[in-house]
T-cell receptor
C-alpha cells in the first residue's frame, strides 16, 4: 500500500515557466511534509517542508501548498531554470520529521527546457 | 552545517561477500539513524531505524540478519550487507537525525557481481 502518491511521473517545462508537482497522502497521522531534490548519483537534498498548521509556505522560488482536508500537497517552482532539472520527491512522516522515517512518493523527473 | 559523509561512495563486490558502509554526521550528533535503499529510477524506501546504543528496528520485508546495522556512537553508524547477492545491488543512503530534523548522506552505490 503506497501511502504517498505523487504525480506526474515526468514533467517538461519551458524555462521561466511554473513547474507543479502534486502529492496525496493517506495516513492522517502524518504531520511533516518535505520535498526533496535529487540529482543522479547523489543523495536527496531538502528543498522545503511544511507542517499541517499552515496552508502555504514559500521559500524563494519554491512554494508548498497544503490542503489538509483533501490530504494533498503540492510543490510549485516559479521561474523554472535548466538547473532545476532533477528528480523531485515528496515525503511524509509522523513525529514532526525527526523521530520517524520518511515515506516517499515515487518521484517526478523534471526537465526544464532552455 | 549538517554535513553527512558516507564511505565508500561506490563499491563493487563478488556475490557471497560482505560489504560495510559507514555513515558519519560530521557537525552534529545523531540520536537516530535511518537507512534507506533506492533501486535505479525508483523511490527511497526506509530499511531500518536505529537509536544510539540500541538494536535497530527493521521495516517489513527487510532481513535483519542480512542487513546488520550498528549505531555505536552519536556520530557513526554502519550498515553491513552480509552475503551480498546481485539483487542487493542498490543505492544505500543514510539519514542521521537530531530528533528534530533528519539529513541525508551522499549515498553508496553497491554493485554485486
Amino acid at each position: 500500500q503506497q501511502q504517498v502518491k505523487q504525480s506526474p511521473q515526468s514533467l517538461i517545462v519551458q524555462k521561466g515557466g511554473i513547474s507543479i508537482i502534486n502529492c496525496a497522502y493517506e495516513n492522517t497521522a502524518f504531520d511533516y511534509f518535505p520535498w526533496y531534490q535529487q540529482f543522479p548519483g547523489k543523495g536527496p537534498a531538502l528543498l522545503i517542508a511544511i507542517r499541517p498548521d499552515v496552508s502555504e509556505k514559500k521559500e524563494g522560488r519554491f512554494t508548498i501548498s497544503f490542503n489538509k482536508s483533501a490530504k494533498q500537497f503540492s510543490l510549485h517552482i516559479m521561474d523554472s531554470q535548466p538547473g532545476d532539472s532533477a528528480t523531485y520527491f515528496c515525503a511524509a512522516s509522523k513525529s514532526g520529521g525527526g523521530a520517524d522515517g520518511l515515506t516517499f512518493g515515487k518521484g517526478t523527473h523534471l526537465i526544464i527546457q532552455p | 552545517g549538517a554535513v553527512v559523509s558516507q564511505h565508500p561512495s561506490r563499491v563493487i563486490c563478488k556475490s557471497g561477500t560482505s560489504v560495510k558502509i559507514e555513515c558519519r554526521s560530521l557537525d552534529f550528533q545523531a540520536t537516530t539513524m535511518f537507512w534507506y535503499r533506492q533501486f535505479p529510477k525508483k523511490s527511497l524506501m526506509l530499511m531500518a531505524t536505529s537509536n544510539e546504543g540500541s538494536k535497530a528496528t527493521y521495516e517489513q520485508g527487510v532481513e535483519k540478519d542480512k542487513f546488520l546495522i550498528n549505531h555505536a556512537s552519536l556520530t557513526l553508524s554502519t550498515l553491513t550487507v552480509t552475503s551480498a547477492h546481485p539483487e542487493d545491488s542498490s543505492f544505500y543512503i543514510c539519514s542521521p537525525s537530531t530528533g528534530v530534523e533528519q539529513f541525508f548522506g551522499p549515498g553508496t552505490r553497491l554493485t554485486v557481481l
